[in-house]
């Protein structure tokens, strides 16, 4: 059975930090690249950051570079987002999401968590 499952959302004041846990089942975790996505209401889902592999490096959006870490633990089919230094712009559902491709396209990707919202206040 294929289940991913986001924690850690909530609401931070700018300049805080949040950190986001998807819990994967093994099918998921060790068929697909593993991934953060985003979307903000009105607006396209955008790819945040996606995990390496022993063949792809850790990849980011530009919006989030330097500020957001990508992480898992294999052993606990986990992965996570450290966000540090938030902005109002990075208010949105964050989804877990597991792809056919090392991309941050949306459309590389097969199998999505139900989100978790991160809401960044002045």
């Known amino acids: 059975q294929v289940q991913l499952l986001e924690s850690g959302g909530g609401s931070v004041q700018a300049g805080g930090s949040l950190r986001l846990t998807c819990v994967a089942s093994?099918?998921?975790?060790?068929?697909?690249?593993m991934a953060w996505f985003r979307q903000a209401p009105g607006k396209e889902r955008e790819g945040v950051a996606i995990?390496?592999?022993?063949?792809?490096?850790?990849a980011y959006a530009d919006s989030v570079k330097g500020r957001f870490t990508i992480s898992q633990d294999n052993a606990e089919n986990e992965l996570y987002l450290q966000m540090n230094n938030l902005k109002q712009d990075d208010t949105a559902m964050y989804y877990c999401?597991?792809?056919?491709?090392?991309?941050?396209?949306?459309?590389?990707?097969?199998?999505w968590g139900q989100g978790t919202q991160v809401t960044v206040y002045s």
């Open positions: 999401a597991g792809g056919v491709q090392h991309s941050l396209r949306p459309e590389d990707f097969v199998v």
């Open positions: 093994e099918f998921a975790y060790r068929r697909y690249y």
């Open positions: 995990a390496g592999t022993n063949m792809y490096s850790t």
